[in-house]
C-alpha cells in the first residue's frame, strides 16, 4: 500500500502569525511541503513562477476551476487565488506532509472536500494583541486596521469549526504544536 501523507491547513486572522509559525515549522523540517497556490495576478519583483505563486491569467484560472483542479479557490482585490489540486494530491501519495496556509473560506473549502485534513486555527492572544502586531506592520491606516480586526473577530468566533486551534503566544512553541500534528504517527 502506498503511504499517504498527511495535509495540514492553516488558517487565521490576518496578523496572527501563520507565515512566521509556518517558516518555524518548515525550518525545523525542512520535509514539511508548503504548497504553492496559483493567483492572477502579476508577478511582483522577485516573485518566481512556481516558487512564490504559479501565475496564470483569468481565463485559465477558471478552466482549472471548471475542471475540478483547485482544491480551494477564492477571489482578493480583484484578483483570483487557489490551491492547485495535483502538486497536493502527488505529494500527499507519496507520504509527504503538505501545509497549506490559506483564509477561512479556502479552509472550509478544503476541509469539505477533503475531510481526513487536519485544520488548524491559528488565533492571537487577545485582540489587543493582535492589534498591536497589524499596527507594528505599519502597512494600514486606521481605517484599513478598523477593518482587518472586524474581520479577524469573525475568523476567530468561526475557530470552533476546526480540528485544532493554538493560541500564538509565542512562535517556538506554536511552530512545535503544528509540528506534533504533523506527525503521521498521530491519530
Avoid: W
Avoid at 482544491?71 to 495535483?86: Q, S
Avoid at 477533503?114 to 506592520?137: D, K, Q
Amino acid at each position: 500500500m502506498t503511504p499517504v501523507g498527511r495535509l495540514i491547513v492553516v488558517s487565521g486572522p490576518s496578523g496572527v502569525g501563520k507565515g512566521t509559525v509556518v517558516a518555524e515549522a518548515r525550518r525545523r523540517r525542512p520535509d514539511l511541503l508548503l504548497s504553492v497556490s496559483a493567483t492572477t495576478r502579476s508577478p511582483r519583483p522577485g516573485e518566481v513562477d512556481g516558487v512564490a505563486y504559479f501565475f496564470t491569467d483569468r481565463a485559465r484560472f477558471n478552466e482549472l476551476v471548471a475542471e475540478g483542479q483547485m482544491l480551494e479557490h477564492a477571489e482578493f482585490a480583484g484578483n483570483l487565488y487557489g490551491t492547485p489540486r495535483r502538486p497536493v494530491m502527488t505529494a500527499l501519495a507519496a507520504g509527504s506532509t503538505v501545509i497549506l496556509e490559506i483564509d477561512l473560506a479556502g479552509a472550509r473549502q478544503v476541509k469539505s472536500a477533503m475531510p481526513e485534513s487536519v485544520t488548524v486555527f491559528i488565533a492571537p492572544p487577545s485582540m489587543v494583541e493582535l492589534a498591536a502586531r497589524l499596527r507594528g506592520r505599519g502597512t494600514e491606516d486606521a481605517a484599513g486596521m478598523d477593518r482587518r480586526l472586524r474581520v479577524a473577530e469573525a475568523e476567530i468566533a468561526a475557530s470552533g469549526e476546526f480540528d485544532v486551534v493554538l493560541i500564538n503566544t509565542e512562535v517556538n512553541e506554536t511552530a512545535t504544536a503544528l509540528l506534533d500534528l504533523a506527525d503521521p504517527s498521530r491519530g
